[in-house]
């Protein structure tokens, strides 16, 4: 007992290393269970050829995945900020790998839909406790350890367009069940971290700012800041769902692009977020979370206006920039809503990682219905303009008041 007393309060450099190997690993877990979500939204063009879906039934598989983790992400987040279960990293990954089966065997829409279901179970229960890993393992460097943690998962959904090209073309629906293998050691990785996160537990204690009292004036600040921050959620989840679940229609349409040249165009677009990602938590923990978040929307909001109006070589490199800028902000919302609600790691990962996969779930099934009434470029062009509602993000409380608000965190 006194060792370990010890070690938690001065740690040793093994240890440090030890802290990294963790962070390391929890972003590969995270790459692995992104790329296994990234499955369904690179079968869309599989499935509407082999089974004649329309754009709302494909954005309702997408519905599916996302909203059930949306719905579940601040429960599981709320209920293990008071009793943390590592374990469930692991339990979670099994549901994903058994839908993933499921889904590559499914004969029809509806067993579809039970498979994705089951992977968005899975996909609920991985990104708060993820999430609460990566911020235990992360230290002072909290935008860093959530950016390695965040471009894993980012990494994973940039991989849809290279899963569709290289697998899912020439082997079709089936070619999903070679998922099951990444799956199943994502769940090995995950038995290491619980072990890992349970060990962790004695020394790490997130409730000790949660219990301050604050006065009413700064908690009516606070959620008006809460609500803001959703709102840019919103923003960020419907423009990006567009890309990812119909982009590459437009491209077929428009420009008669196969399916392999539209996914190489969507790879671009979610590899540079990817990357974006990554150095947006970086650049947070050095010009503050507030200028980042406000740069990635006003920055990006004049490329993704011009992106349908040019020439498919223009739109390709528009696409790199705009992927890296407006993805640069993921982690670090992320952050500052941690950091806006102390104590509250897991319910504040939970809402606001889970809220981008709900406003996505509810953003494809929005956006096919409006891309089968107007056409799918007409509704490109419009969903363009969707970055411009993060500016609001100007009217967030600053890092400064933060630290104001909170001196001992």
Known sequence: ????????TKPIPKNQEMTLKIMIIIGICHLMNDSLQAVVPAMFPILEKSMSLTYTQLGMIAFCLNIISSLLQPAVGFYTDKKPLP???????????????????????????????????GSAIFHPEGSRV?????????????????????????????ITAIILVPFGQKGALWFAFVAFAAVMLLLYIAKWYSQR????QPKTLAAKVVNKERSNKVAKAMVLILFIIFARSWYVSCMTNFYSFYLIEQHSFTIKAAQIFLFA???????????GGPLADRFGRKNVILFS???????TGLLPFVPPIAAFILLLIAGFIIMSS??????????????????????????AFGMGAIGSVSLGAIADIIGIAAMIKIVGFLPLLGILSVFLPSDFMLKQWYPEK
């Open 1 to 8: 007992m006194h060792m370990a007393s010890t070690t938690a």
């Open 87 to 121: 374990y469930a990293l692991p339990v979670g990954l099994t549901s994903t790998l058994i839908g993933v089966i499921i889904l590559a065997l499914a004969p029809n829409y509806i067993t579809i839909l039970g498979a994705v279901v089951l992977m968005g179970f």
């Open 134 to 162: 990566a911020y235990m393992a992360g230290g002072p460097k909290r935008g860093l350890a959530q950016s390695i943690y965040q471009v894993g998962g980012n990494s994973g959904q940039a991989l849809a367009p290279l």
């Open 201 to 204: 537990l004695v020394h790490f």
């Open 269 to 279: 677009f979610l590899a540079a977020g990817a990357v974006g990602t990554f150095f």
């Open 297 to 303: 929307f006003a920055a990006s909001t004049p490329i």
């Open 330 to 355: 993921f982690s670090v919302t992320v952050i500052y809503a941690q950091e806006l609600v102390p104590g509250k790691v897991g319910t504040m990962a939970g809402l606001t990682v889970g809220l």
